[in-house]
């Protein structure tokens, strides 16, 4: 599929993506991510596959990866991540102006969680969203720490599944500000269980998020929502822009 590109100039209101396949069984998880792109207007958007890189890599062996980004005139923002072991991803996240390095970053999460980024919103200022998997929680430099005090604060119970971490981060120098985990959580066993976002849109004030949830998709309240069907269910969060309450959830045939 060809890579599509969205600069500030192009006025599209909101992204989406099409179904995703994944792997059936208790704990369910992605294979793949199909980039497809809608924005806000003033708004660079990107989710997709994640791709590999460094941060000795250059710009144009990045860009060829066709990788997420978020592009402003002559200023990108990739997002992916680096093998680092034979069964364990760390996020990286890198920013060019001018095809110059200007940071990248490798310290978000450094444990023996796989973890990957797929997904950046940036405004082309101090607005900066970025979207990374978990799969469970382990000792060490992990984004719990960005998550105290924010919506879910961590993993949960059990490991496996593969859930999202939204961060907030400074453009400028690729610091994460904060973040918050985003699961499903089985009825069953209370158990963590996997969510995958698919779309976000700022309007300046909230940060709405679109998601596959299995079973079963959080309330405003983090709890379990009861749903009929199978999964994966189409869930709608409406986050506060600090990312520590959740005006509104709701997910299709779930209550």
Request: proline content about 4%; aromatic content about 10%.
């Amino acid at each position: 599929m060809r890579n599509s590109i969205i600069t500030s100039r192009q006025v599209i209101k909101y992204l989406k993506f099409p179904a995703l396949p994944v792997i059936l069984g208790a704990n369910l998880a992605i294979t793949t991510l199909a980039p497809k792109v809608l924005a806000q207007t003033t708004l660079a958007s990107f989710l997709g596959n994640a791709v590999t890189f460094t941060c000795n890599d250059s710009e144009a062996t990045i860009k060829a990866k066709n990788g997420p980004k978020a592009i402003f005139g002559t200023r990108t923002i990739y997002i992916g991540y680096q093998q680092v072991a034979s069964v364990n991803k760390d996020p990286r996240m890198i920013r060019f102006d001018n095809g110059v390095r200007k940071w990248c970053r490798s310290d978000y999460e450094t444990t023996s969680d796989d973890g990957t980024g797929y997904g950046l919103l940036w405004n082309g200022g101090g607005v900066l969203y970025g979207v990374f998997t978990s799969t469970g929680s382990q000792t060490g430099n992990n984004f719990w720490r960005f998550a105290a005090g924010r919506w879910l604060p961590s993993y949960g119970s059990g490991g496996g599944a593969k859930v999202a971490v939204i961060a907030r981060i400074n453009p400028t120098t690729g610091d994460v500000n904060y973040a918050t985990f985003v699961s499903a959580r089985k009825l069953s066993d209370g158990k963590t269980n996997s969510l995958v976002i698919r779309g976000l849109s700022w309007n300046g004030t909230t940060l709405t998020v679109e998601a596959d949830s299995w079973s079963s998709p959080r309330r405003a309240d983090r709890s379990s929502m009861t749903c009929s069907g199978s999964s994966p269910f189409k869930y709608t969060a409406v986050f506060t822009g600090d990312l520590i309450k959740v005006n509104s959830a709701t997910a299709v045939t779930c209550n």
